[in-house]
DNA sequence: GCCGGTGCGGAAACCGTATCCCATTGTTTC
DNA sequence: GAAACAATGGGATACGGTTTCCGCACCGGC
């Protein structure tokens, strides 16, 4: 009735099979295999020999429960086919493959039930750290969440890393990685208004998202250094969407607003500003000027081109990873708090071909 | 010297930690946990109060060395920031998080050497299926190459799904989930054709492309059906990216190349001949028309808004996933070969601005 | 009051690998 | 030629769960 291993057996070979056909013990072939130990070449033949026979590959979960295995990191998105957190991913998972680590990607949908499932599901995995992308709602209960999820992973030997969001207060075990996302914005309003636009029509995204708040910020104080204030109902919050740039822009001219330029808080919201300025008989940049937030692709394939700003997405990926990397090697080092565990990376105007003077007007 | 769990440790607590804690066995707190086997309902409240007290998650690779676990698909792109891969994993990892699947992402670069490693190490995770994503070179070793994976894969009781390839020959233990690549492309020239265009330009995509491949034949198909032939020099291969559509319509007019529409491969390629056309004076779609393939949003963000073949990428990942699951629910029934493993999906014609019939020459 | 049945908790055997410790063999040195 | 030593292979154990098999206690029925 001998059951393990009839032969022929359907299921994956183990180092035992492996072990047993090349007729040695199991921790030779163990120790072939992981190279951390002086073998002889002939028991290393041997082994190799029927490895590719049988075609074997270790079981990683073995392999991790035992001590070894490959360290794992995890990145939560809320839309994987969002061009900007597409970058961040892609760097990521570049500087994770380049250290041999490996990359689970989960999404959210924006759900905070998604959100949390998947942080513990990530736990249980034993992750080496977990990466959360892109703007984060400011609500009260956001920060506690947050530092639940940094206290909990943390406890768990994991780390949790904060991309595109604003660092988390107080003593909480998290890594921040960030952009000049409000000088961005004051960079970019600047061009505007050294352009010689006054009557600008601003979209910055939602008004609770971080990241819209912090685009607003630089807008209004770029505005305030050129003692130029906002007209009434210049500001249109927003989804960051296509659709919400073109109704934006639909009903600001439906309703008689006066705007020589359009401050997008994407460039995807350009895009469909871009568009209802176009269904309305008005040229870009003619008649109307206007700027991006972003630098994604889209940004240089629209026409005309958008002036945007550009933002090191993919960078901004390397970098979380390679602080994980460094605080895993490094061991418990200073572990002093919160300070130093938060990067911010310059973001610049990318200068193209969707602004111009304001037209002279009678 | 009690080595094993020094109160205050910082690794990740046990289920023991929870029995010990909870005056329990740790057979009860797997039961409690995993809920198939009936428990006193005093346990259960012991045992989740501690359960919550130290934040404990079940190890993953416990369990699933075990014979538990959650089934994980793993899904291989070769750029994570290309926005047709971008949705199709999005279609698999929906469907996956819906049956509680987990999802793996790697992208292999194009990379043959990195494609073998991921699968391997897909391989050693215990996957339940590997996903590979976008159209595939068509060399002779190519399907070689895949069928070993196919059965290397089987093997370890995993699976092979290839997602927008042509299935592979022979008796192959793989999954195929396709579009009608060949009819959309067929559909799309005739859109063209009858609009009473002749001379067209046409950018499939590189020559070894299988998708390039399939494009390239349905819009011969369709000039053959209107007896039209093409003209020399009118069919001009490369990259599916923007630079080459700019530079393929940038060196055709150079050369003096007389046509009144342009037939892209994919919406990026049209994004850049239309950049090209523009720059060169010519007005889109007055002058030239332009359509692309893919439908990517994108396409109806461009101005004009491109005329395009929808592919359903985000159906076929979900597709894709619900293949994997039936045929793990299902047991090694049917297994009578290929058949019935090769699902095609439709693709239409998306029919927006960016096409007119052909300006009166003298 | 005794017995059989039922319900639930505990001990132990795995799952597949890495590694510690010890045994064996061959080599060098006095 | 014997002893000390280096090199290398093997056996046992641990990793953190799940699950099977048992046994105990408690219940009702006669």
Do not use: C
Not at 187 to 216: C, F, I, N, Y
Not at 221 to 238: I, K
């Amino acid at each position: 009735m001998s059951q393990r291993k009839a032969a022929g057996d359907a299921g994956r070979s183990t180092i035992r099979d492996v072990a047993e056909r090349a007729g040695v013990s199991v921790a030779s072939v163990s120790r072939v295999l992981s190279g951390n130990y002086p073998v002889s070449e002939e028991l290393r033949r041997r082994v190799m020999k029927v490895v590719q026979d049988l075609d074997y590959v270790t079981n990683a979960h073995a392999r991790s429960l035992a001590g070894g295995g490959t360290p794992t990191v995890a990145i939560l998105i809320n839309n994987i086919t969002g061009a900007a957190f597409a970058h961040v991913a892609k760097g990521v998972e570049g500087a994770a493959t380049l250290r041999g680590w490996l990359s689970l990607v989960g999404t959210t949908g924006d759900d905070p039930e998604r959100e949390l499932a998947l942080v513990n599901l990530m736990r249980q995995q034993g992750v080496a750290a977990v990466v959360l992308l892109g703007g984060a709602y400011d609500y009260d209960e956001y920060q506690l969440r947050m530092a639940r999820f940094a206290r909990s992973l943390d406890a768990a030997g994991s780390h949790l890393v904060l991309v595109g969001r604003p660092p988390l207060e107080g003593d909480v075990p998290a890594t921040t990685v960030d952009y000049d996302n409000e000088g961005g914005a004051y960079a970019m309003a600047s061009h505007l208004l050294s352009a010689g636009h006054r009557k600008v029509l601003v979209l910055p995204g939602h008004a609770e998202l971080t990241t819209a708040q912090g685009r607003l910020r630089g807008a209004e104080r770029a505005f305030e250094a050129y003692g130029v204030p906002f007209g009434p109902g210049m500001v249109r919050h927003g989804p960051y969407d296509y659709e919400h740039g073109y109704e934006a822009v639909q009903d600001s001219l439906r309703a008689g607003l006066d705007f020589t330029a359009v401050l997008a808080g994407t460039d995807v919201v350009a895009a469909g500003a871009m568009q209802a300025l176009r269904a309305a008989g008005l040229r870009v940049p003619e008649d109307v000027s206007i700027v991006g937030y972003d630098d994604i692709p889209l940004a240089s394939q629209l026409t005309p081109q958008l002036t945007t700003v550009h933002v090191p997405y993919e960078e901004m990926g390397r970098v979380a990873l390679r602080a994980v990397a460094d605080r895993r090697e490094g061991g418990s080092g200073r572990r002093k708090g919160s300070d130093g565990d938060h990067l911010v990376l310059g973001t610049h105007v990318v200068v193209r071909n969707s602004v111009r003077p304001p037209a002279q007007r009678t």
